[in-house]
């Protein structure tokens, strides 16, 4: 059988697809589809409009009759992290919740070719501690395409972001697994910028058995096991170490002079449970 592999559609193509399927969809005169194309990186056409049809049912649930930037924001939230609730409910776990959130936020403000947020919010994924806050990157590296290592690197030190803040406010004494789930994350980003992109000082790729060269920070790597000396992946090993904690302390080193700010942010956040990122920007820069 013949198989014909299909590119996931760009920007551009995004927009097209969902102005086409917003035809049968009465949308408030607000709705910004150019904007939601943006934000819907890795969609393909059938998710586009399982979209829309999302956001069109939370519309008739809601008793509206015309679908607005709420209902497709509600219903992107589903697809991307599933139906969510907060978690857990003491009030000390959600202190630690927020400052994860915040710290990273702070980052993805501070740190220069960094991912984006839209908001940041205390509800999380039902029998997950994944992060709610989504980080997507930013428009231009979606139009080049390829991963840079700055570009890494700052996805790299936003992973480290939790640990760090945690090591500020809390202590060493007081760090929780909910910040070492975020390291298995910046421990593949390590991975994948020594062995697939040649990242470090090794200068040279080991990835010699992964043909999908088309996959970005594929997980495939991670599995393979290449038949190189021990010596090899002791010299792997030192890097990612290496590069973890230097991402540590860059996040350390970033947030520590804002610690004020973030305990300032992080409250409003206990209080409101959701802050959008242009609230968040204001807050920093002291306009509100």
């Known amino acids: 059988d013949r198989r014909i592999e299909l590119d996931l559609p760009d ?42 049809n999302e956001a069109a049912i939370l519309t008739a649930r809601q008793n509206r ?27 000390k776990s959600q202190k630690i ?16 070719c960094s991912d984006n947020f839209n908001k940041i919010s205390l509800f999380r994924n039902y029998n997950s501690l994944s992060r709610s806050t ?29 640990r760090a803040t945690e090591e500020l406010v809390f202590g060493r004494s007081e760090i929780t697994q909910l910040s070492a789930n975020y390291l298995t994350q910046a421990t593949s980003i390590a991975k994948e910028m020594i062995v697939k992109y040649g990242f470090s000082k090794l200068s040279f790729n080991f990835d010699q058995n992964n043909n999908n060269n088309n996959k970005l920070l594929s997980s495939h790597l991670l599995r393979i096991k290449p038949s190189n000396a021990n010596i090899t992946y002791k010299a792997i090993d030192k890097e990612v170490s290496t590069l973890l904690f230097k991402a540590l302390t860059i996040a350390k080193n970033e947030l520590r002079p804002h610690l004020h700010l973030i305990d300032k942010i992080t409250d409003i956040l206990l209080e409101d449970e959701v802050i959008s990122a242009n609230r968040f920007k204001k807050l920093v820069k002291g306009t509100i």
Do not use: C, W
């Open 11 to 52: 920007k551009n193509g995004r927009f097209k697809i969902l102005s086409l399927h917003a035809l049968s969809k009465p949308l408030e005169n607000d709705v910004d589809l150019n904007h939601l194309a943006t934000k819907t990186q890795g969609f393909s056409g059938a998710e586009l409009s399982n979209l829309l």
């Open 97 to 112: 919740i927020a400052y994860n959130e915040i710290g990273t936020a702070m980052l993805s403000y501070l740190i220069p």
């Open 134 to 162: 989504l980080l997507v990157p930013p428009e231009e590296f979606v139009d080049f395409g390829f991963a840079t290592k700055k570009y890494l690197m700052s996805r790299l030190i936003l992973s480290m972001g939790a």
């Open 65 to 91: 009759t015309k679908v607005g930037t709420k209902q497709l924001e509600q219903a992107l939230d589903r697809k991307l992290l599933g139906l969510s609730y907060r978690y857990p409910s003491s009030i």
